[in-house]
Structure formats: structure tokens, C-alpha cells
T-cell receptor, first 111, second 114 residues
């Protein structure tokens, strides 16, 4: 079992709709959770982090965390073509000194 | 603030050659990391360091070496380059002591071994 799992996609969403990206993790002692956006040929960029159960909202982005189910998700409202990118889920586990990344979900927003 | 600076941006190596990928940060971060990213794949941790003089292996350390003599610098050494080391290499840093801090990434080094 991979430590951090994501559906590789591609996930195609119409412009203006809600994009939902999901991630599961294996380490029950995990402490904090991150979503990075990576455009093709660029380095990852941190867009959200969450460490408590529930929802955290930042503009059009909402991160959701359910530690009992070991599940974290990212919702993007009013999707724009500029949201087309690969989204990496990352987890800081019980070994707090490093973050483990999922393989990413490729998101495509169609006009 | 420059953040995390990686050099070079691109490099072509011949099989068996060696090189050092440079990484420096000016944010006084204790933690530094080297990842590689193969096409269409996620990030694999090569080595990391929690402070000057301390390094540790990640998931894929074979064929690489690191050193951390200062807080700012964390070079990655490739010895006897192989085609399997063709990848994009990212250096990252983070602040220790705050679990909510993610990484700040450098812009990457695209390495091709032929």
C-alpha cells in the first residue's frame, strides 16, 4: 500500500463547475496535510494546508480532512482554465521531519 | 529574498560522469530536501537534512550523496551517472518546529543522462 494515494486522472471538469480531488494516506499518526499545484514544467506551489478535522476554506479552495477515514480532499469552486494543472497531495507523517507526496492528479478545466 | 535557488537549470551528462547539483536558501530554514520527479510521476525523496551536519536517506538514495556543512547550502552529488538518473530534481526547504509549514521549492534542475 502506498503511503499517499491519489487518482492519477486526468480529471476533466467544465469551466465554472466544482472540481473535487481526493487523497488517502496510510500513516494514522500523520499530523498535517498539504495540497500543492504544479503546472507543467514548473515546481510545486503550496496552495492549502490543513491539520484539524473538518473544512478549511481559502478563496475558491476548500480542503477537507477526515482523520478517522484517513482521507483528505480539495474542492475548487468556480473552476477556471488556469486551474488546469497537476495537484499533489502531501502528508507530514509521524516522522515530522519529512513530507510524503502522492503521485498527483491531473486536472483539466474545459471551456 | 531569493528563496530556494538551484543551479544549473539544465544539464546533459554522459554515462559515468559525475556532477553536483547546487541548492541554497536564504530563509534560515533548518530542514532541506532533495526530490526527483520522473515524467508523469510524483516526487520521490532522495535525501534530507534537519540541520547543518545532519543528513539522512530518503526513499531513493542509491547513486547520490549529500552534505550539509552550512544552514544555507545542501548540494547533491551524482557519482557515475546512469540513464536511470534522468529526471527533474527539486530542492526544497522548510521551517522546523511548525508542523503547518509546507516546503518552499526551488525551480528545479532538468538532468538528462545519455
Amino acid at each position: 500500500q502506498k503511503e499517499v494515494e491519489q487518482n492519477s486522472g486526468p480529471l476533466s471538469v467544465p469551466e465554472g463547475a466544482i472540481a473535487s480531488l481526493n487523497c488517502t494516506y496510510s500513516d494514522r499518526g500523520s499530523q498535517s496535510f498539504f495540497w500543492y499545484r504544479q503546472y507543467s514544467g514548473k515546481s510545486p506551489e503550496l496552495i492549502m494546508f490543513i491539520y484539524s478535522n473538518g473544512d478549511k476554506e481559502d478563496g475558491r479552495f476548500t480542503a477537507q480532512l477526515n482523520k478517522a477515514s484517513q482521507y483528505v480532499s480539495l474542492l475548487i469552486r468556480d473552476s477556471q482554465p488556469s486551474d488546469s494543472a497537476t495537484y499533489l497531495c502531501a502528508v507530514r507523517g509521524s516522522s515530522a521531519s519529512k513530507i510524503i507526496f502522492g503521485s498527483g492528479t491531473r486536472l483539466s478545466i474545459r471551456p | 529574498n531569493a528563496g530556494v535557488t538551484q543551479t544549473p537549470k539544465f544539464r546533459i551528462l554522459k554515462i559515468g560522469q559525475s556532477m553536483t547539483l547546487q541548492c541554497t536558501q536564504d530563509m534560515n530554514h533548518n530542514y532541506m530536501y532533495w526530490y526527483r520527479q520522473d515524467p508523469g510521476m510524483g516526487l520521490k525523496l532522495i535525501y534530507y537534512s534537519v540541520g547543518a551536519g545532519i543528513t539522512d536517506k530518503g526513499e531513493v538514495p542509491n547513486g547520490y550523496n549529500v552534505s550539509r556543512s552550512t544552514t544555507e547550502d545542501f548540494p547533491l552529488r551524482l557519482e557515475l551517472a546512469a540513464p536511470s538518473q534522468t529526471s527533474v530534481y527539486f530542492c526544497a526547504s522548510s521551517y522546523s518546529g511548525e508542523l503547518n509549514y509546507g516546503y518552499t521549492f526551488g525551480s528545479g534542475t532538468r538532468l538528462t543522462v545519455v
